[in-house]
């Protein structure tokens, strides 16, 4: 199982990064130390998998006693150029657009290489995205497919 804890918050890059630290301390009941893989994923040692994600007004931790998860929250009105769009996202725009966006960052933090290493990465088989529409934001989780995932909102 996968959790997705998810705050509205402040605006400030700062509060929006802080949340989404807090959303994991919550979930495990303590602060953790954060380390970081040589790629720069974020892990607890012998903690839980998890990811963040936070943009403007909102953040997000999806997080797992055993699965590997990868998760991206963004505006749903979010504008991405025609380059990013034709070079990342099949052309696509609007919604569209940025649903696929979320999915490919989320992917990105599965793979653990972010967007920039996709181009050189290999896409795993047997995953799945879960995408939820909350208060004008997408907020997607890529996980593997037999992994059930549950969306809490924390106030």
Not at 70 to 76: K, L, N, T, Y
Not at 131 to 141: A, L, M, Q
């Amino acid at each position: 199982m996968i959790f997705v804890l998810y705050t509205f918050c402040g605006e400030t890059r700062e509060k929006q990064h802080s949340a989404a630290y807090s959303l994991l301390s919550l979930y495990l009941g303590y602060r953790p130390e954060i380390s970081r893989e040589e790629t720069g994923r974020p892990y607890v040692v012998a903690g839980p998998r998890f990811s963040i994600s936070h943009t403007g007004g909102l953040a997000a931790c999806s997080v797992s006693e055993s699965a590997l998860s990868g998760v991206d929250v963004e505006r749903i009105g979010r504008a991405i150029s025609k380059r990013v769009s034709d070079r990342m996202l099949c052309g696509l725009s609007g919604r569209e657009a940025v649903k696929k966006w979320t999915e490919t960052e989320a992917l990105g933090k599965y793979i653990g290489c972010g967007v920039l290493g996709l181009k050189n990465a290999e896409t795993p088989d047997c995953i799945s995205f879960t995408t939820v529409e909350k208060n004008g934001f997408y907020i997607t989780v890529c996980a593997p497919e037999e992994q059930d995932v549950s969306f809490i909102e924390v106030k």
